[in-house]
């Protein structure tokens, strides 16, 4: 640095007059010399703490422009270039990279000023948030572990489709008492939604939300998830339901109103862990003033814990994401609801004080009008015969190809399959079947495909390459990707229909049977 600049940034006391702006945790002054590039900091210590260097004296100091990332770089050249011929002072947003990953955000005010020997010496001071590296870091973290959990959600969801038809099958075997039935039909309407719940998080970790609005029952919708409820609270909490009769019905998704009394449920628990024992649900209708037109008539879901409560202070951050007042909590699941509350128009109320309890109140508008009338429902089965599915009557044994890595699922198409009378043919993979196909192709009759496979031949790849070596064999295309809300392409490839994971199994032997039928 030229000995004026010096003299004028050091004698002048800059770094003093910039570091009282803010407290010394946060921020860092600095001096750049622009013919030379290199910087010196008040205090390079505070960077390292920060997480932007290994040691104060990082070699990464001298080139900060090589810090920040790359898609912010023309930015900052740009604010920087017009300092220089504008002068004055001037403020930039970007991020640098950590010295351990993760990508930090940076204020950055500065200004350019020419010195005695006509050089010009940037002077600013660059502020780092230690909340904004933590929540970077944490945010990183989430997408990380969010990416983990959809690939585990896929294999549950192949678990409870095979736990599903192999108890369907049981059932249609068997002449069952009246209770064991119950039983058995409860536990698979059990598995159907812890379906929807998995789904309904693949599409919040994927930000694709389900398109599918409906009418629903919030009493039924409730008693859906009661014994979940009951089984999600630790030992000693007494759970209370009171519903009231007669609700009027709601306009959304009942898997997001679900989420979102889930995750008050499990809210009001956390709260209870040191503190409280008691857990009360319930919704009731109400009606409204409204001033732009006749009363309003709403839905109250209201969930009250005697847990540890909150503060006026902290009532009033609760909704921020991953603001948490556990030192465990992730400071999303009331975010969350309050996202579910906004899908539904609803206002939410809280009540709460310390070390007496919480009530979280959900004001959801009613439908107005009359609902839909719902077709009959059919039973699909009795406690003396389980799913009335016929067998196949066809002229001749029909061979099936089935295509699917989970063991439980693959082993329950087959045994159903085999129970209608077809003969079997079982891979694992991609390559296997492929290998299989090319063998005995000419004896093949159909095909049910997995499109999520292990190995080098990947679904697509291998819908497309039975497609091309025999392109009037009906394939199903199965899967359990929440993306695949959409199925025009798989139909366009030469696939005769797509079943979401876990089906129920009649919709499989049914599509079986019209396939077959159609060739």
Known sequence: MPKSATNYFTESGVFN????????????????VQATGRRHYSDPEILRRMGIIESADDPALQDWGALI???HRPMYQSVIEKARQEGGSHKVQYRVR?????????????????????SQVM??????????????????????????????????????????NMLEWCIAQSSLEESVYEKLTKTIAHTDQANSLMTSTLQLIGGKPDETIEHFEVDRTIAELEELIRQIMSAGIAVEFDIGENLPPLLGHSSIFQDMLLNLCINARDAMKTKGSKLEVGAHRTTIKDDRGPPREYVCLRVWDDGCGMTATEVKSIFKPFYSTKDEGSGLGLWMVQEAAMAFDAQVNIESEKDVGTT??????????????????????????????????????????????????????????????????????GDQAWTEFQRSHGEIDLIIQDLILPGKRRGEKLLAEFVALKPDIPIIVTSGAAELTEVDWVNDTGAFGYLAKPFKIETLIEMVRAALEGS
């Not at 007059?17 to 750049?32: C, E, K, N, R, T």
């Not at 039973?379 to 061979?399: L, R, V």
């Open 17 to 32: 007059i910039v570091d009282g702006f803010m407290p010394a945790s946060s921020h860092v002054a600095y001096v750049q």
């Open 69 to 71: 990332i790359p898609e």
């Open 98 to 118: 950590g010295a351990q990953g993760g990508n930090v955000e940076v204020y950055d005010y500065f200004g350019i000023t020419t010195v005695a020997d006509g």
């Open 123 to 164: 002077a600013g001071c660059v502020i780092l948030n230690r909340n904004l590296y933590t929540k970077s870091q944490r945010t990183e973290r989430l997408a990380l572990f969010g990416r983990l959990v959809g690939g585990m959600i896929h294999d549950f969801k192949n678990v409870l489709g095979g736990i599903r």
């Open 360 to 429: 979280f109140e959900i004001l959801i508008p009613a439908f107005r009008g009359a609902a839909p009338v719902e077709a009959a429902k059919t039973e699909t089965g009795t406690p003396e015969g389980g799913p009335a599915i016929k067998p196949f009557d066809f002229a001749t044994e029909k061979t099936i190809l089935v295509i699917e890595d989970d063991p439980l699922l693959r082993n329950a198409i087959s045994t159903w399959l085999k129970t209608l009378g077809s003969r079997v043919v079982l891979s694992e993979d």
